[in-house]
């Protein structure tokens, strides 16, 4: 029975779907997370008759016999809207209005790109991830440094003690995609390059269509909260309704068995 089979699938998908949601709403307060969203397509179709086909009077018949066999994930896409600005009064704190990924290093050399903004200052007083990793351009900060401004355009200015003539130490840049939803989200709010995203593009914050940085802001994540439970409500009743399904084909099997019996 084709119903079986169809409906299980619809399940898997459903269950899938609420897999996504639940991540979304698990980072609802992480800082530069991009939401998911599932998408989906039918699968193929048994062709029991072709339309257009003649019938045995000799007739042209408009429509056809098609049997669909249900439906799989066509992709988990990621969302890259903007999310909402998060005052934190922390000048190393960065928010990028617009486009654009910071650039990351890792230990091993490999680099990263994150909408993350919220940097540090590591013991030799280099600017880097909560996690530790090097931001690049590398930006250090010097020991002596008594207040830090970041402008829109990336330029880092410090005052240091003794002296109220601002010092420039470095410019931050931003890296984009000609597909940023074919970015590898690797966790620790990292994203990979891959064939699908295309090589990174690097340019000035706040020219050729960079976003300018807000310094003292965070990006927060964009999911929305309401949204996401509105689509955990349908994925539910469309995986309790793919379930009757199921049942009722289960019913439909048990009555055609009795009358063999």
């Known amino acids: 029975m084709r119903a079986l089979f169809s409906a299980a699938s619809g399940m898997e998908a459903q269950q899938l779907r609420i897999d996504s949601i639940a991540n979304n709403l698990a980072n609802v307060s992480t800082t530069g997370f991009k939401k998911s969203r599932t998408e989906f397509e039918d699968l193929f179709y048994e062709t029991i008759q072709m339309p257009g086909a003649t019938s045995e009077s ?17 992709s988990i896409g990621r969302v890259f809207s903007t999310g909402d600005r998060v005052a934190t009064n922390n000048p190393m704190d960065l928010s990028i209005e617009g486009e654009g990924f910071f650039q990351v290093q890792k230990e091993g050399g490999e680099t990263l790109y994150t909408r993350d903004g919220e940097f540090k200052k590591d013991g030799d007083g280099n600017l880097v991830t909560k996690s530790g990793d090097l931001i690049l351009p590398s930006i250090t900060i010097p020991t002596d440094a008594t207040n830090i401004t970041v402008l829109p355009d990336g330029t880092i200015n410090v005052t240091q003690a003794g002296d109220s003539t601002p010092v420039q130490v470095g410019q931050l840049e931003l890296a984009r995609f000609p597909n940023a ?10 994203f990979g390059v891959t064939e699908a995203s295309g090589d990174p593009e ?10 300018a940085l ?5 990006e927060g994540s964009n999911v929305n909260v309401a949204e996401e439970l509105v689509q955990m409500i349908l994925a539910q009743r469309a995986f309790e ?8 084909g289960d019913e439909m099997l048990r009555t055609a068995s009795q009358l063999m019996t």
Do not use: C, K, W
């Open 58 to 74: 000799g007739i042209e018949l408009p429509t056809g016999v098609q049997v669909g066999h249900g439906v799989r994930l066509a």
């Open 181 to 190: 939803a074919g970015l590898m989200a690797l966790g620790g709010n990292m």
């Open 214 to 218: 807000s310094s003292g802001y965070l």
């Open 202 to 211: 690097t340019g000035t914050p706040d020219e050729n269509g960079f976003g």
């Open 241 to 248: 309704v793919n379930s009757r399904v199921i049942r009722a």
